[in-house]
């Protein structure tokens, strides 16, 4: 005796192609229904239908294709996949490193005739490097250095570092080990080592592993987002220390373009800067540096490096230390 299912049988084989479950759908049709093919092509409605359903199915099969291929990490073709594995592995992927270099400045003859003593040149004021166009910061120990119109400061050096820096602001939720994505549309060019996270305008320390935050230490951790940016965590008391609710936190970060900010030259006197910022007088009155100041390079920016490549975070990063 047949069974009562046989004569509802579609598909005479598992197959692993839309086109041949589309043609084995419409075979079925044409004989239960005693109709011509014709009925069934694009031309007609039900054809039309069968169609669409052809097109969603496809889709379906590629999600699905795409979902198993990128949960591989050996498989995996966007790079947002491959980090992202790898940070669930336990490796911390390497973002951009900006190049750093060295500059003297030195006062012009107009700075003679300048109406003001010296200039207040603050932290990260922005140059324009000539040669390639890139924008460069300057990185001071401190918040500001003291510049004198007189010359008597002339030689003085200060490091430089090849990006633009950027700021975004979250609110603490007060919760043990919180965490915060801070996306960028640069992606993996936030600088692998520059970066600052302020709460209530106090710097707090920068740990590797939250098991290295000492009891109570005002400390965060910041690692290479999963999906995109930086991911920032703090304490829960026991290792580090929890945010207070409602605390504004501050995360200052730099986009660099990596190895491409090195300038390979064997004569620095060809490197030639200009200052994007204004510095200021005691008043606080905005001075165009560029009016008084020259700008001589005593090393070039360099060791600068791309993003780590992902051929080297699938090697490592099933194979990270613990």
């Given at each position: 005796?047949?069974?009562?299912?046989?004569?509802?049988?579609?598909?005479?084989?598992?197959?692993?192609?839309?086109?041949?479950?589309?043609?084995?759908?419409?075979?079925?049709?044409?004989?239960?229904?005693?109709?011509?093919?014709?009925?069934?092509?694009?031309?007609?409605?039900?054809?039309?239908?069968?169609?669409?359903?052809?097109?969603?199915?496809?889709?379906?099969?590629?999600?699905?294709?795409?979902?198993?291929?990128?949960?591989?990490?050996?498989?995996?073709?966007?790079?947002t996949s491959v980090y992202s594995l790898a940070t669930l592995a336990g490796h911390n992927p390497s973002r951009a490193v900006s190049s750093i270099g060295e500059i003297t400045l030195a006062t012009n003859e107009d700075a003679l005739s300048a109406?003001?003593?010296?200039?207040?040149?603050?932290?990260?004021?922005?140059?324009?490097?000539?040669?390639?166009?890139?924008?460069?910061?300057?990185?001071?120990?401190?918040?500001?250095?003291?510049?004198?119109?007189?010359?008597?400061?002339?030689?003085?050096?200060?490091?430089?570092?090849q990006g633009i820096v950027e700021t975004q602001r979250v609110i603490s939720k007060g919760n043990?080990?919180?965490?915060?994505?801070?996306?960028?549309?640069?992606?993996?060019?936030?600088?692998?080592?520059?970066?600052?996270?302020?709460?209530?305008?106090e710097k707090w320390t920068k740990?590797?592993?939250?098991?290295?935050?000492?009891?109570g230490e005002k400390a965060v951790l910041v690692k290479t987002g999963i999906t995109s940016g930086i991911d920032i965590f703090f304490g829960n008391n026991n290792?580090?220390?929890?945010?207070?609710?409602?605390?504004?936190?501050i995360v200052e970060y730099l986009v660099t373009e990596?190895?491409?900010g090195n300038i390979r030259t064997n004569d620095p006197t060809k490197v030639q800067f200009e200052f994007i910022d204004t510095g200021f007088s005691i008043l606080g009155e905005e001075i165009n540096l560029n009016d008084y100041?020259?700008?001589?390079?005593?090393?070039?920016?360099?060791?600068?490096?791309?993003?780590?490549?992902s051929n080297l975070t699938r090697l490592i990063a099933p194979r990270v230390s613990k």
């Amino acid at each position: 005796m047949a069974s009562p299912t046989s004569n509802f049988k579609v598909l005479s084989r598992l197959s692993l192609y839309v086109e041949d479950l589309l043609t084995q759908t419409i075979t079925y049709l044409t004989s239960k229904f005693n109709q011509s093919r014709a009925v069934f092509t694009a031309a007609s409605p039900f054809g039309q239908i069968l169609l669409v359903i052809e097109n969603l199915t496809q889709l379906v099969f590629y999600y699905i294709e795409d979902s198993i291929t990128e949960l591989n990490i050996n498989e995996s073709t966007r790079l947002t996949s491959v980090y992202s594995l790898a940070t669930l592995a336990g490796h911390n992927p390497s973002r951009a490193v900006s190049s750093i270099g060295e500059i003297t400045l030195a006062t012009n003859e107009d700075a003679l005739s300048a109406p003001y003593e010296y200039v207040i040149i603050p932290n990260l004021t922005r140059l324009r490097c000539l040669n390639n166009g890139f924008t460069y910061i300057l990185d001071l120990p401190q918040e500001e250095v003291k510049f004198s119109f007189s010359g008597t400061d002339n030689g003085v050096k200060l490091q430089i570092r090849q990006g633009i820096v950027e700021t975004q602001r979250v609110i603490s939720k007060g919760n043990p080990i919180d965490s915060f994505s801070i996306s960028s549309p640069q992606n993996y060019y936030v600088d692998n080592f520059f970066v600052n996270v302020y709460v209530n305008g106090e710097k707090w320390t920068k740990y590797d592993s939250i098991l290295d935050m000492p009891r109570g230490e005002k400390a965060v951790l910041v690692k290479t987002g999963i999906t995109s940016g930086i991911d920032i965590f703090f304490g829960n008391n026991n290792y580090g220390k929890i945010p207070p609710r409602g605390a504004e936190i501050i995360v200052e970060y730099l986009v660099t373009e990596g190895a491409a900010g090195n300038i390979r030259t064997n004569d620095p006197t060809k490197v030639q800067f200009e200052f994007i910022d204004t510095g200021f007088s005691i008043l606080g009155e905005e001075i165009n540096l560029n009016d008084y100041i020259t700008i001589e390079v005593t090393n070039p920016p360099f060791f600068g490096s791309a993003a780590e490549d992902s051929n080297l975070t699938r090697l490592i990063a099933p194979r990270v230390s613990k």
